[in-house]
T-cell receptor
Framework: KAGVTQTPRYLIKTRGQQVTLSCSPI?????VSWYQQTPGQGLQFLFE???????NKGNFPGRFSGRQFSNSRSEMNVSTLELGDSALYLC????????????FGPGTRLTVL | SQQGEEDPQALSIQEGENATMNCSYK?????LQWYRQNSGRGLVHLIL?????REKHSGRLRVTLDTSKKSSSLLITASRAADTASYFC??????????????FGTGTRLKVLA
């Protein structure tokens, strides 16, 4: 079974631009969560989607948004990028049968210049 | 804000020695999980312990949970160079909407010297 995939793996943007990151969960997984990881703040929860609906949301500004498609693939968007948005963005999917264990993708390394 | 605080922040040991990492949290939880992350990559799930369990084993891993002290520890026995990584605890708490909210700790960077 293929693991969680994230594209792109690396991205360089400039301040003010917007970016879209993609996540394909493990086949059969319906829940997708997004996290931001930075050296200073650690792993911060962004949001979780299940069956195309946002179920939980972390404490991030409205510039951060996401969505999930009918095939469970998810995208997150960051508009008006700031230098502080430079981070590793991790996506995790969860199977229905063992909800509590999360399977992580390799992440997208975003650098904002 | 981070719920899980891990201690120590960094740990350096010799191959063959045991490594112990601690995690403290603030609110009631449904379960606590430990993850490993190798150098800027994705996290790998190691072990899950439920709030009604006190100890769990998986291979060279031993996890304890003390809900009265809101703390957990991860012990890696007979460490190997391949165990070099960052280790994170994550708490799962049930929300009012019936879903689970995960909060990760700050992590412990483990270095195992050959």
């Amino acid at each position: 079974k293929a693991g969680v995939t994230q594209t792109p793996r690396y991205l360089i943007k400039t301040r003010g631009q917007q970016v879209t990151l993609s996540c394909s969960p493990i086949s059969g997984h319906r829940s997708v969560s997004w996290y931001q990881q930075t050296p200073g703040q650690g792993l911060q929860f962004l949001f979780e989607y299940f069956s195309e609906t946002q179920r939980n949301k972390g404490n991030f500004p409205g510039r951060f948004s996401g969505r999930q498609f009918s095939n469970s693939r998810s995208e997150m968007n960051v508009s008006t990028l700031e230098l502080g948005d430079s981070a590793l963005y991790l996506c995790a999917s969860t199977p229905l049968s063992s909800y509590n264990e999360q399977f992580f993708g390799p992440g997208t390394r975003l650098t904002v210049l | 804000s981070q719920q899980g605080e891990e201690d120590p922040q960094a740990l350096s040991i010799q191959e063959g020695e045991n490594a112990t990492m601690n995690c403290s949290y603030k609110t009631s939880i449904n379960n606590l999980q430990w993850y490993r992350q190798n150098s800027g990559r994705g996290l790998v799930h190691l072990i899950l312990i439920r709030s009604n369990e006190r100890e769990k084993h998986s291979g060279r891993l031993r996890v304890t949970l003390d809900t009265s002290k809101k703390s957990s520890s991860l012990l890696i026995t007979a460490s190997r160079a391949a165990d070099t990584a960052s280790y994170f605890c994550a708490t799962a708490s049930l929300t009012t909407s019936g879903t689970y909210k995960y909060i990760f700790g700050t992590g412990t960077r483990l270095k195992v010297l050959a």
